[in-house]
């Protein structure tokens, strides 16, 4: 029986039918909801990692128990696992082993457009794509057979298009090989002269795979007109169907790495016009151009943003439809936080004491959009605190009272630690902000290690970060509540005013959380309302300016008072409503 599925369900339902017993992952857009379908199999063993880096190692180790094993992320999440990855091509796996890597085309939720191919390349292992959901199940699978043949790691890459539509997928039964665990120190231990033997391995395995590449299905040629042939795959291969249906010939290509050569000088042979059509970096191209055909590619389609059916259209000058549109003009909708972020006090105290603050990956990244305004940089996960570090040592003093780090309570245990652990021995006098709303806020409410719960929601190990600053060398740790601004100035004034490394847990639950209980919401007083516009400041959506007074929409407001403790003339009241 069919079904539809997203791509990512149906890498989920893979797993599940090519007997994975183990997985452990870190949450990313687009990659989430990979490891948030499997869980739902209670035959897999599921978990979220601290960060991706830890998520491969426990995915190996499962490996080389002798079970199936996977760990899933998005593309900058590849770049914190690639540490184990690299090494681990030399080792080689036990039982299957397979890395998701999900590419973001367009930074709908990243802070850049990596194409995550780079990493198969420089790693030396093999790269599955699919172009929808069906080839996602199958592809999962057959990434576990070419793992155990070929004794590598294999990344399946995924993209949002791929990960976010659906299409129809046939399910079939799950099957649970296992391998035993042998000792083998020559194999697995990666000291300089085991890794020298290991080597040779590596490259003759790139050969058998790119035989493979020759003659797999997951390569095939869809012949059609000779006068144009179009090499492509994963989503683009969708596009280049809707777009040119069977009037080109179209190679499409599964696997990524290796590539083909046969195949592909054996295609270019039988049309008159070759063109690849890839997102993003021109790696397909390039490897194309290197085995001496003329072909096009980036002459004509962007190195950037995602394609679509009418980009294409233009590149190839055809006739591009005309699309509908509404007469009057869209005001634009800037992302912001929610009503009731617990955020949003923090930063308008930090905005209001002219602080510099140097940011991190989350939700809370939000604090750089007007009218808020104060967040600085932000550059990777983690990165927040060791370039307030960095920042504080050059610019001394004067900088140390007014330069802060804020970073998520997930991020911090995600790759913030260290970062702490640099400030508290090297001695910055740095004022560090952890931002805990109980959740991994930004990717959908995921649990972390300091949530006190697992993937399934059961109770977990629970981390007291309080108690792990102290144990990282910082003595002065203080806790506020974000609703509360005067206590948040305090606190802020003090810690910033403190002649040693400090960090402000700023602790209240994420407003969207179905356990938190809200309060009745806010109404505006329009006799007391003066139109001073001072609750504007916070830029919470719940707030609008109605007639030159403030209006309160009762369907987006908590009642988390923030907006009242800004108003000179005590406008807001409560409604007594039901929350």
Not at 184 to 211: C, Q, S, W
Not at 220 to 248: A, C, H, N, P, W
Request: contains cysteine; glycine residues 8%.
């Amino acid at each position: 029986m069919k079904e539809l599925m997203l791509g990512n369900k149906a890498v989920a339902r893979g797993l599940y039918e090519a007997g994975v017993c183990f997985i452990s992952s870190y949450p990313g857009t687009p990659s989430t909801e990979v490891t948030e379908e499997a869980v739902k199999y209670d035959e897999i063993y599921c978990e979220w990692a601290p960060n991706e880096k830890v998520a491969l190692e426990a995915a190996f180790g499962a490996s080389l128990a002798g079970r199936r094993a996977f760990a899933a992320q998005k593309h900058v999440g590849l770049n914190v696992a690639a540490d184990p990855l690299y090494t681990m091509s030399y080792t080689g796996v036990n039982a299957g082993l397979v890395i998701c890597v999900a590419d973001d085309a367009g930074m709908h939720s990243s802070q850049n457009e990596q194409d995550s191919r780079h990493h198969a390349i420089a790693a030396k292992v093999p790269m599955l794509e699919p172009s929808d959901s069906a080839e996602a199940l199958k592809f999962t699978k057959l990434a576990y057979e070419l793992s155990e043949k070929y004794d590598t790691p294999v990344l399946l890459k995924m993209c949002t298009r791929v990960s976010h539509s659906q299409s129809l997928v046939e399910a079939g039964e799950r099957s649970v090989p296992e391998k035993a665990y042998e000792k083998d120190i020559a194999k697995y231990v990666m000291m300089p002269g085991n890794a020298k033997k290991r080597h040779p391995f590596v490259e003759e395995r790139t050969k058998k795979l790119i035989e493979f590449a020759e003659t797999s299905d997951v390569n095939r040629v869809e012949m059609g007109g000779e006068e144009l042939g179009i090499i492509t795959g994963s989503t683009s291969y969708q596009y280049v169907k809707e777009v040119f249906g069977d009037s080109v010939s179209v190679l499409k290509l599964g696997m990524t790495n290796p590539l083909p050569e046969k195949m592909i000088r054996d295609f270019a042979a039988k049309v008159k016009r070759l063109v690849v059509v890839e997102e993003l970096d021109p790696i397909i191209e390039d490897h194309v151009r290197s085995l001496g055909l003329a072909v096009e590619g980036k002459n004509m389609l962007p190195m950037i943003d995602e394609f679509s059916q009418n980009l294409l259209r233009k590149a190839f000058e055809k006739d591009v439809p005309e699309g509908l549109a509404v007469s009057d003009p869209i005001p634009p909708r800037p992302p912001v936080m929610c009503a009731g972020c617990p955020h949003r006090g923090l930063f308008y105290t930090l905005k209001k004491n002219g602080c510099t603050v140097l940011g991190d990956i989350g939700c809370y990244t939000l604090g750089a959009v007007p009218p808020l305004g104060a967040i600085e940089m932000t550059l990777c996960m983690g990165a927040s605190i060791g370039a307030a570090h960095g920042f504080n040592k050059i610019l001394g003093s004067e900088s140390e009272k007014k330069t802060v780090a804020v970073i998520g309570d997930s991020t911090f245990v995600h790759s913030g630690m260290t970062g702490l652990a640099n400030v508290a021995y090297n001695q910055s006098n740095t004022t560090v902000i952890i931002l805990d709303n109980s959740i991994t806020g930004m990717t959908g409410h995921q649990q972390n290690p300091t949530t006190g719960y697992n993937i399934k929601g059961d109770p977990a190990g629970k981390i007291d970060l309080t108690a792990l600053c102290h144990a990282m060398g910082i003595r002065r740790v203080a806790v506020c509540d974000p609703y509360d601004l005067k206590q948040c100035d305090q606190v802020l004034k003090e810690e910033l005013a403190a002649e040693e490394p400090s960090v402000i847990i700023s602790r209240r639950p994420c407003a969207l959380l179905k356990h938190v209980k809200h309060k009745p919401p806010l109404s505006v007083n329009r006799e007391k309302c003066i139109g001073c516009k001072s609750c504007m400041k916070i830029g919470c959506p719940a707030i609008s300016m109605k007639e030159g007074k403030a209006k309160v929409d009762e369907t987006l407001c908590v009642g988390c008072n923030v907006c009242a403790g800004l108003c000179p003339k005590d406008a807001f009241e409560t409604t007594g409503k039901e929350a």
